[in-house]
C-alpha cells in the first residue's frame, strides 16, 4: 500500500509538538512533510489569504498550510485547547483548524484532532488514537505507537537547560587581568517569547544570529527548566492562563532575578497574549534597573535597518555600562 | 468604603442598590467622554482592546474622585478579558493611587480572596440582606436590559425623532432610584405605555440587523459611537444579540440567576458546523448568533469588536464563510480609540443602502 503523507506546517506550536507527532506518525508508517522554513513566498500566501487583522504567525502559519496542500494527502492542524489544568492556548490556535478550513476552502482534508485535558485526562491519547486509525486499523499498534512516542517526547522536552551559575560574572574583587577578560567576555542577553518568533529566522529577521555576531551570549526560555518556571509564576499576582505565556513569563521573571544583562522581549504585532503579558514583564524590568530591557514587535514588513540600528543601540548601551561598572569597581 | 464600578450602558442603575445601600459610600463614575479614553489610551499597553483602555480610564477618574475600591469582574481565559483586572491593577499602583481591586470571579483554589472580597461588599449586613439585594439589581439589570430592547424597536418608529432616547433616559434615573419589586413593575407598564404613545405603528418594511460582536463594545454606546442609535435614525430596527443577563447568567450558574442560559445551547449549535469548539469571549456565540439571525429572518448583521479582539478576529474570518454560505449580509466594525466618526457613517449608510434594495427586490419578486 502506498504511504500516506500527512503534512505538517512549520509554524506556531510546531515547534512545541513536532517531536511527538512526527514519532507518533512515522511509527505508523505515514510519511511525513514538513513545509519549508518561512520564506518571502510562504508569508506572500500567508497574508493574500488571511484577514489582515489576523496576528503575524497566523498569517504565516496560513502561507505553510497552502505550500502544502498540492504535496499531500491530509494536513495535520490539531485544535489545541487545554494541556494543563486551568490553562488554555490561545483563541486564534483554538480556532485555528475552522480559520484554515473557512479560508482556503476543500483544498485539502484537515486533521484536527482535539487535544483537551479537561474531557478526561488521557486526551492526548484518543485525539491522537483518531489520527491513528486513518492510518492503521491495528488499534494495538496506534496504542503502541503512542506510548512509545510519548516517553520520548517527554524526555527530550529537558534536554538542553541551562547551567544558573553561568549568568552573570562576578564583578567584585576582581583584580585587572579578570577585569580585562570581563570586558571581553560575552554580553548576557535573554531574548523571551514565544517559540515560533524566537525559533523563525525570517519572522524575526535573523535576530538571533545577529546577537551572536556581536558576541552575544543569547538565552532563551527553553533553557530554563520548568520547574523553576512554575516556582517563578507563583510570584504572580493571578496565574496566567495561556500555556504558552506561561513560559514566556516565567523565563522573564527568572532572568531577571538572575541580573542577566538585557532582556529583549519578542513580540508579533496584533499578539494579543503579548499585550498583556509584555505589561507584566515590563512592570517586572521597573524593579531590576541593572537589567536593560527592551520590547522589538514584528509584523509583515521586512525592513532590517530598523532592527539593526536598534539591536546596535541597546547593545552599545549594555556594553557602555559593564566599562563604566568595571572601571568603577574596587580594585586590589 | 468609597466605591465605584465601572461602566457599561446603563449598569449605572444598580449602583445604589449593590453600593449605596449596602451602607458604602457611592463614587459615580463619569460618563465615558473623550477625556476617559484619552487616560485609558495614556497608560494602557498599546496593543490591549478597547474595553481596557475605556475602563482604566474610568478608573483613573474615579480614583481621582476619591474612590477606595474598585469593583471589576474577571474570568479565566482563553479570552484576554481575564486578566484586565490584574493589568489595570499594576498599572494604577504604578501610577500612585491607593486602593483595594475587588475582584469577582470565581476563584481557582484560593477560595479567600473571594471570601474576603465579598466580606468587603457585604460591609457587616446581613447575609439575606445582601442576598436579597443582589437579586434586586438583578431584576433591575433585567427590566432595564427589556426597555432597551424594546428602545431598538421603537426608535426607527418613532413619530418625532430622538422621542425614544427621552423616555429610556427618564425611566433609567427612575430605574436607578428604585427600591422595590413594585415600582420597578410601575416603572415598566408606565414606560411601556409611553413607548405605545411616541411609536407610529404604520411604518412597514423596516429592515432588522442582529447587532452581534464583542460584548463591551457592543453594550457601551460610547465605545461603538453610538451605533444603534445612528442605525435607530437611519430607519432601521436592531435586535441585539449581547446582553448582561446572557453574560452574568451562565458564569454565575448560581440559583439566583436562573433561566438566564437556554439560549447558550441552541446558539452553540449553530455554530457547529462553522466553529466546533469555544473560542472564549463571544467568538462561538457571534457565528451561532449570525446564523441564527438568518434562520429569523433578519435581514443582515453588524458585528462590532475591538481593534485585537482575539475571539472576535477568529468569528470575523468565519463570518465570512458564513455569510456566503447562507447568502445574508454582514458587516464587520472594528473599533478603536480612533474617534473619527464619518467613515463609519458611510460604511453603515451605504451597508443599510444595500440591505434597503434587497428587501425592495424581495418584495418585487414576492
Redesign the interface.
Known amino acids: 500500500m502506498k504511504k500516506k503523507k500527512i503534512g505538517i506546517p512549520y509554524a506556531l506550536y510546531f515547534y512545541e509538538y513536532f517531536p511527538l507527532w512526527k514519532e507518533f506518525l512515522t511509527r505508523l508508517g505515514a510519511e511525513i512533510i514538513i513545509s519549508k522554513p518561512t520564506n518571502k513566498e510562504i508569508l506572500d500566501l500567508g497574508i493574500r489569504s488571511?484577514?489582515s487583522?489576523?496576528?503575524l504567525p497566523v498569517k504565516v502559519f496560513y502561507g505553510h498550510v497552502i505550500s502544502l496542500v498540492n504535496q499531500v494527502d491530509y494536513i495535520l492542524i490539531p485544535?489545541m485547547?487545554c494541556v494543563e489544568k486551568?490553562?488554555?492556548?490561545?483563541?486564534?490556535i483554538?480556532?485555528l483548524?475552522?480559520?484554515v478550513k473557512?479560508?482556503l476552502g476543500s483544498l485539502c482534508p484537515i486533521l484536527n484532532p482535539?487535544v483537551d485535558i479537561r474531557k478526561s485526562y488521557g486526551n492526548w491519547k484518543n485525539s491522537l488514537f483518531q489520527v491513528g486509525q486513518i492510518l492503521t486499523e491495528n488499534s494495538l499498534a496506534i496504542s503502541r505507537a503512542f506510548s512509545a512516542s510519548w516517553e520520548k517526547f517527554q524526555r527530550n522536552y529537558v534536554a538542553h537547560l541551562l547551567d544558573p551559575q553561568t549568568l552573570r560574572p562576578g564583578l567584585l574583587n576582581c583584580n585587572n587581568r579578570a577585569k580585562e577578560q570581563l570586558a571581553e567576555a560575552l554580553i548576557n542577553i535573554a531574548v523571551v517569547g514565544h517559540k515560533y518568533l524566537i525559533n523563525d529566522s525570517y519572522i524575526n529577521l535573523n535576530l538571533i544570529e545577529k546577537l551572536k555576531n556581536m558576541k552575544v551570549n543569547v538565552l532563551t526560555p527553553e533553557m530554563v527548566h520548568p520547574n523553576i518556571i512554575r516556582k517563578q509564576l507563583k510570584r504572580?499576582?493571578?496565574?496566567?492562563?495561556?500555556s504558552l505565556s506561561q513560559q514566556v513569563v516565567g523565563a522573564a521573571y527568572y532572568y531577571f532575578e538572575n541580573r542577566v544583562e538585557g532582556i529583549i522581549h519578542l513580540?508579533s504585532?496584533?499578539?494579543?497574549?503579548?499585550?498583556?503579558v509584555?505589561?507584566?514583564i515590563?512592570?517586572q524590568s521597573?524593579q531590576y534597573p541593572e537589567v536593560a530591557y527592551t520590547e522589538f514587535v514584528f509584523d509583515e514588513h521586512t525592513g532590517e535597518a530598523g532592527l539593526n540600528t536598534r539591536i546596535e543601540a541597546f547593545l552599545d548601551m549594555i556594553r557602555r555600562k559593564r566599562r563604566n561598572e568595571i572601571s568603577f569597581a574596587p580594585s586590589w | 468604603m468609597k466605591l465605584a464600578l465601572p461602566r457599561l450602558g446603563n449598569i449605572e442603575v444598580i449602583n445604589e442598590t449593590i453600593i449605596t445601600d449596602m451602607g458604602h459610600e457611592l463614587i459615580e463614575v463619569p460618563p465615558n467622554t473623550k477625556k476617559t479614553l484619552d487616560l485609558g489610551v495614556r497608560y494602557a499597553?498599546?496593543?490591549?482592546?478597547l474595553p481596557l483602555k475605556i475602563v482604566l480610564g474610568n478608573f483613573i477618574e474615579a480614583l481621582e474622585l476619591g474612590a477606595e475600591g474598585l469593583i471589576m469582574a474577571?474570568g479565566?481565559?482563553?479570552?484576554?478579558f481575564?486578566?484586565y483586572?490584574?493589568?489595570q491593577?499594576?498599572?494604577l499602583l504604578?501610577l500612585g493611587y491607593n486602593f483595594k481591586m475587588i475582584i469577582m470571579e470565581i476563584p481557582?483554589g484560593n477560595w479567600k480572596t473571594l471570601w474576603d472580597n465579598i466580606n468587603i461588599l457585604r460591609n457587616g449586613r446581613s447575609w439575606s440582606y445582601m442576598i436579597n439585594q443582589y437579586r434586586f439589581a438583578w431584576q433591575k439589570i433585567l427590566l432595564m436590559e427589556k426597555l432597551e430592547n424594546k428602545v431598538l424597536q421603537v426608535r426607527p418608529r418613532e413619530k418625532k425623532r430622538g422621542a425614544s432616547s427621552l423616555v429610556i433616559k427618564e425611566s433609567v434615573i427612575k430605574i436607578k432610584k428604585a427600591k422595590d419589586l413594585e415600582t420597578l413593575k410601575r416603572i415598566e407598564e408606565d414606560t411601556l405605555n409611553r413607548f405605545k404613545e411616541i411609536t407610529n405603528f404604520h411604518k412597514k418594511n423596516i429592515i432588522r440587523i442582529a447587532l452581534v460582536g464583542e460584548f463591551y463594545v457592543s453594550l457601551e454606546p460610547f465605545s461603538n459611537h453610538y451605533l444603534e442609535e445612528k442605525l435607530g435614525y437611519l430607519g432601521v430596527e436592531v435586535v441585539r444579540k449581547n446582553s448582561i443577563e446572557a453574560w452574568i447568567g451562565p458564569i454565575m450558574r448560581l440559583k439566583i440567576f436562573k433561566d438566564s442560559f437556554k439560549e447558550e445551547k441552541e446558539i452553540e449549535q449553530a455554530a457547529y458546523n462553522?466553529?466546533?469548539?469555544?473560542?472564549?469571549?463571544e467568538?462561538q456565540t457571534t457565528v451561532g448568533n449570525v446564523v441564527l439571525s438568518h434562520r429569523e429572518g433578519l435581514d443582515g448583521a453588524i458585528q462590532v469588536i475591538p481593534?485585537?479582539?482575539?475571539?472576535e478576529?477568529?468569528a470575523?474570518?468565519?463570518l465570512?464563510?458564513v455569510s456566503e454560505d447562507l447568502d445574508f449580509p454582514t458587516l464587520t466594525l472594528?473599533y478603536d480609540e480612533q474617534t473619527g466618526e464619518e467613515g463609519l457613517n458611510t460604511r453603515i449608510e451605504a451597508f443599510i443602502d444595500l440591505l434597503k434594495k434587497r428587501k425592495k427586490k424581495e418584495v418585487m419578486v414576492l
Do not use: N
Not at chain 1, 486551568?86 to 486564534?92: A, E, L, Q, R, Y
Not at chain 1, 504572580?236 to 495561556?242: G, M
Not at chain 1, 504585532?269 to 498583556?276: A, I, L
Open positions: 488571511s484577514l487583522e489576523v496576528c485544535r485547547v486551568g490553562t488554555f492556548f490561545c483563541p486564534k483554538i480556532g483548524p475552522d480559520m473557512t479560508s482535539l504572580l499576582f493571578k496565574p496566567i492562563f495561556w513580540t504585532f496584533e499578539c494579543g497574549e503579548d499585550s498583556m509584555g505589561e507584566l515590563h512592570h521597573y | 499597553p498599546e496593543y490591549c482592546c474577571g479565566w481565559g482563553p479570552c484576554r481575564g486578566y483586572a490584574q493589568v491593577r499594576d498599572i504604578d481557582r462553522y466553529l466546533a469548539h469555544s473560542v472564549g469571549g467568538g481593534f485585537t479582539c482575539m475571539p478576529i477568529v470575523e474570518t468565519i465570512k464563510k472594528t
